[in-house]
């Protein structure tokens, strides 16, 4: 079992150009797209947060249901949904600017205990940010480490969320010694500070950047560098794509019984390089299609993760 601990809110999706388009809803959260990818791909997955009761909170929780994924470890409250407003650029970039006074997903609180049989938990996006509920999910990233669980980290970082970037800098440092796995973007790299090197040396046991359309790159605790080129097609958004890297890495470690720091130690090259090469894929399928929509599993046949 993954469990996926985070946000899930209301991605509202510009149908048009210009600042009037309308905007249609779309179901999101990082760690929400993370969870259903998964489910998509045939992971056995559970969904960790705080749901609102709302009409987009019981849509959220539906859609987790439809893909498989369970959903026992959801708390819920009677505050509204998070919303994200997202601007999609020319290129399909997506930026995003949020709502989220008294909602929900911010009252979380650290759960006594994971679902039976939790073999990794991954985390990331606002719920590390929004207060109280950041350091109840660091809470429980720092539980399960100590209990020898496989964690997943990707800061996904939303800088107009965060008003001290020093202090959210120093509190990222302060989260690797608790991270088995760390996956971001080059831009959240650049903005973060530092390399995978500096990374690596302060816990996790490997380090995957996301290139974009130009692939990815794991580096590992054993000095090991792998790349992978990215899959071309034709992009009409990026949302989600990062989450369903997420999902798929998480997906074909699991496939090669390395959630574990001594699995992926383990992985050498044929392995990395199929872990990241079947990430590739998946998020080439949901960059051609419009929000995020990660791929099934028989979407990337005749590939294997």
Same mark, same amino acid.
Request: charged residues 20%; contains cysteine; hydrophobic residues 45%.
């Given at each position: 079992?993954?469990?996926?601990?985070? +946000?899930?809110?209301?991605?509202?999706?510009?149908?048009?150009?210009?600042?009037?388009?309308?905007?249609?809803?779309?179901?999101?959260?990082?760690?929400?797209?993370?969870?259903?990818?998964?489910?998509?791909?045939?992971?056995?997955?559970?969904?960790?947060?705080?749901?609102?009761?709302?009409?987009?909170?019981?849509?959220?929780?539906?859609?987790?249901?439809?893909?498989?994924?369970?959903?026992?470890?959801?708390?819920?409250?009677?505050?509204?949904?998070?919303?994200?407003?997202?601007?999609?650029?020319?290129?399909?970039?997506?930026?995003?600017?949020?709502?989220?006074?008294?909602?929900?997903?911010?009252?979380?609180?650290?759960?006594?205990?994971?679902?039976?049989?939790?073999?990794?938990?991954?985390?990331?996006?606002?719920?590390?940010? %929004?207060?109280?509920?950041?350091?109840?999910?660091?809470?429980?990233?720092?539980?399960?480490?100590?209990?020898?669980?496989?964690?997943?980290?990707?800061?996904?970082?939303? $800088?107009?969320?965060?008003?001290?970037?020093?202090?959210?800098?120093?509190?990222?440092?302060?989260?690797?010694?608790?991270?088995?796995?760390?996956? %971001?973007?080059?831009?959240?790299a650049r903005w973060l500070g530092g390399t995978p090197r500096d990374w690596l040396a302060?816990?996790?046991?490997?380090?995957?950047?996301?290139?974009?359309?130009?692939?990815?790159?794991?580096?590992?605790?054993?000095?090991?560098?792998?790349?992978?080129?990215?899959?071309?097609?034709?992009?009409?958004?990026?949302?989600?794509?990062?989450?369903?890297?997420?999902?798929?890495?998480?997906?074909?470690?699991?496939?090669?019984?390395?959630?574990?720091?001594?699995?992926?130690?383990?992985?050498?090259? +044929?392995?990395?390089?199929?872990?990241?090469?079947?990430?590739?894929?998946?998020?080439?399928?949901?960059?051609?299609?419009?929000?995020?929509?990660?791929?099934? $599993?028989?979407?990337?046949?005749?590939?294997?993760?």
């Open positions: 079992m993954i469990v996926v601990a985070g +946000e899930a809110l209301i991605d509202l999706v510009p149908r048009g150009a210009g600042a009037l388009a309308a905007l249609t809803p779309a179901l999101g959260g990082g760690p929400f797209n993370t969870a259903v990818a998964l489910g998509r791909l045939g992971s056995p997955v559970a969904f960790c947060s705080r749901v609102s009761r709302d009409a987009f909170g019981e849509a959220l929780l539906d859609r987790l249901r439809e893909t498989g994924v369970d959903v026992t470890a959801v708390q819920r409250g009677d505050e509204p949904t998070t919303l994200a407003v997202a601007t999609v650029g020319s290129d399909g970039s997506a930026a995003y600017s949020f709502y989220v006074e008294g909602t929900a997903d911010r009252l979380f609180t650290a759960p006594s205990v994971l679902p039976a049989g939790t073999r990794a938990v991954s985390f990331g996006t606002c719920s590390l940010v %929004l207060e109280p509920g950041a350091s109840a999910y660091e809470e429980l990233m720092r539980t399960a480490s100590a209990r020898g669980v496989f964690t997943a980290l990707d800061p996904n970082v939303r $800088a107009g969320l965060i008003p001290d970037p020093d202090a959210y800098r120093a509190r990222f440092r302060h989260w690797l010694p608790s991270v088995s796995l760390l996956k %971001l973007s080059e831009e959240d302060a816990g996790p046991a490997a380090v995957v950047v996301t290139r974009g359309g130009d692939g990815l790159t794991v580096f590992t605790r054993e000095g090991e560098e792998y790349s992978v080129p990215g899959e071309r097609v034709r992009v009409v958004d990026t949302i989600g794509a990062g989450d369903t890297v997420n999902a798929a890495l998480l997906h074909g470690l699991a496939a090669r019984d390395a959630l574990s720091e001594e699995g992926v130690t383990a992985l050498g090259a +044929e392995g990395w390089k199929g872990a990241l090469g079947f990430a590739a894929r998946a998020a080439a399928v949901t960059c051609s299609r419009a929000g995020a929509e990660p791929p099934y $599993a028989h979407e990337l046949e005749p590939g294997t993760p």
